[in-house]
């Protein structure tokens, strides 16, 4: 783990800001990194913070390229089992009291359009982007995180998402309702800072107990111990696969996968 820090934040007033800060691997979603996120999340928890704005650092062109693919284990285990930092961090923003803020300047890429659904209000500029890419890696994903994506987008959406691992535009993002706003680049902080000082002005008790109350409705799905175990038991059979290796081994070698369906 390197011992030089991957974000920064800072706080003025009411309003938090968290930067991702490691331009040279696009802002990968790797231990030391989510940790460094949920860190400052619970210092300016402490803080009395109103608002937090989620960023990038200023000038990245990756938002953030997902999970560090280089972290995921290879030997048979869940690879993205519940105590993953990504979950963690996931839970840490849905459940923190103050909104979060994601301010996107930029691609987003796998684990990180998770982390970008999970907080509550999306301001993106037109050339952001948007792609969910287990599928070009032969990852499968988890029951919280397809949640996740469910409670951002209609099915159809999050099919077309999965299924193709494609790119989805910020101006159609905020078209079939996954995002807030479109900004213009040079007009992004401006506005971000704006709705946040326009938050902070507000009750932050009325707020916090409004978010939890909509995070516990949103969360109101039914789901049986045999639909969950089922579930469970299929992606079992991906990560347990040859193709799941193949997706490991592929990018790492920088090369286009080779799947079989085995």
């Known amino acids: 783990m390197s011992t030089t820090p991957l974000t920064t934040w800072?706080?003025?007033g009411f309003v938090g800001t968290i930067s991702l800060d490691n331009a040279s691997r696009h802002n990968a979603l790797s231990h030391q990194l989510v940790m460094e996120v949920i860190e400052a999340l619970k210092v300016l928890h402490e803080a009395q913070t109103r608002v937090v704005v989620l960023r990038a650092r200023a000038g990245s062109k990756i938002w953030s390229a997902g999970h560090d693919i280089g972290e995921l284990p290879v030997d048979g285990r869940d690879p993205l089992g519940w105590n993953d930092p990504l979950r963690e961090l996931v839970r840490t923003i849905e459940t923190f009291?103050?909104?979060?803020?994601?301010?996107?300047d930029g691609g987003v890429w796998g684990g990180a359009v998770e982390?970008?659904?999970a907080c509550d209000i999306i301001i993106a500029t037109p050339e952001?982007?948007?792609a969910v890419t287990p599928a070009k890696l032969g990852v499968p994903y988890n029951v919280s995180g397809m949640m996740t994506f469910m409670s951002a987008a209609s099915l159809r959406i999050v099919k077309e998402l999965a299924f193709t691992a494609a790119p989805i535009s910020a101006?159609?993002?905020?078209?079939?309702g996954m995002i807030n706003h479109v900004v213009a680049s040079e007009d992004l902080e401006r506005f971000t800072q704006g709705m946040a000082s326009t938050i902070a002005a507000n009750a932050p008790l009325s707020i916090s107990v409004m978010k939890e109350q909509l995070r516990v409705l949103a969360g109101a799905k039914p789901l049986t111990?045999?639909?969950f175990e089922k579930v469970q038991g299929l992606r079992r059979v991906v990560y347990d696969s040859n193709d799941y290796h193949e997706g490991i081994r592929a990018f790492k070698e920088k090369?286009?996968?080779q799947f079989k369906g085995n």
């Open 10 to 12: 800072s706080q003025d």
């Open 97 to 104: 009291r103050a909104p979060v803020i994601a301010m996107i």
């Open 115 to 117: 982390v970008v659904l």
């Open 128 to 130: 952001s982007t948007f």
């Open 171 to 176: 101006t159609r993002a905020e078209h079939v």
């Open 225 to 227: 111990p045999r639909g």
């Open 255 to 257: 090369r286009k996968p």
